[in-house]
């Protein structure tokens, strides 16, 4: 397989009240063609923040340094006019909560018909985006009408299809539907159809199934694993649950405090865990739905990330934490053939 996206020496920095939060912090990694990679950590680990600078789409109070090759080009350069283009058609995101993602008062067929109607004609104008706070009540009820009105528009023939693809039922009674008459998996669902309907060679998901019941979650994961197969899509699933990852990933990359600090396929991982904190975590997860054993739990909390960090930043949480290692610059290394670990003791 060849590769798709590297990602060389990438730090984020949000500047916030006057300080400065270090969110992602030297990450280099890549992607190949075909390929379902995880990464997985606690809230806070710099996973969202990783997925959010690849597509370009970090707030205003963040800087990125480092760089996102796509297919062998820069991408962190791009002018607004170009990643407008290159946005969902080249890379897609599905994000953690569909309602939020779709327009509320825009049935779902003009919602994708309009999206790939935008994509095939590439004008390359800014697409309205509505403000849903109360201080936008006088706009919202003037778009209202307009919207409404908007019901009768001809719909491109192949939403039904990409409908169909994801696995909905009764595509043509949702096309009719407006998100808050969709159970949260089939708006996951919509989503998904959405996002391949611009045939993106790689799909950012971050936390897809988390509001989602277990039957619910199985399927959708199920679905993506199918995605890499049928439609020749490489997907990024960014995840706190490893057993979310053990499911459908080729690989997992395990971060913590802006850090990789490990990386290496799914069998690997869970089999022969290298870094302490991925053998915490592994510690914390039940092994079966029928085991009685109380869970253990991982003490502490991830670093204050306004403060710059010498040695380890796991350091205070682990077992076998020793001086050096709160003193040290700590690599990424190669353990053992495609498997990674940060941490002193390999070293």
Known sequence: ME??????????RYDEAGQRIHAVNDVSLSLKERELVAVVGE???????????IL??????????GSILYEGKSITELSKKAWEKFRGTAIGMIFQEPLSSLNPIENVGNQMSEALEVNKSRIGTKTQVYDYSP??????????????????RVRNPEVLEWLKKVRISDPESVLERYPFQ??????????????????PSLLLADEPTTA????????????????????????????????????VADRIIVMYAGDIVEDGSVTDVFSNPLHPYTKALLRCYPRSAKAKERLETLGGTIP?????????????RCERAKEGCRLE???????????????????
């Not at 809230?43 to 600078?53: D, E, P, R, V």
């Not at 009820?141 to 919207?147: E, N, P, T």
């Not at 204050?304 to 205070?316: N, P, S, T």
């Open 135 to 152: 201080a936008s009540k006088v706009l919202l009820g003037q778009s209202r009408l307009a919207l409404f009105r908007r019901s009768t």
């Open 56 to 65: 370009g789409l970090l707030p205003t109070n963040g800087s990125v340094t």
């Open 182 to 199: 969709l159970s949260g998996g089939m708006m996951q669902r919509v989503m998904i159809a959405m996002a391949l309907s611009l045939r």
């Open 329 to 347: 610059q700590v690599r990424l290394v190669e353990v053992e053939r495609n498997h990674f670990s940060r941490c002193t003791l390999y070293y």
């Open 212 to 247: 989602l019941d277990v039957t619910t979650q199985a399927q959708i994961l199920k679905l993506m694993k199918g995605l890499v197969e049928d439609q020749n899509t490489t997907i990024l699933l960014v995840t706190h649950d490893l057993g979310v990852a053990a499911q």
């Open 43 to 53: 809230s806070g680990a710099g996973k969202s923040t990783l997925a959010l600078a």
């Open 304 to 316: 204050d990330l306004k403060q710059e960090i010498r040695g380890c930043k796991f350091a205070d």
């Open 3 to 12: 590769e798709l996206l590297r990602i060389e020496n990438l730090s984020v």
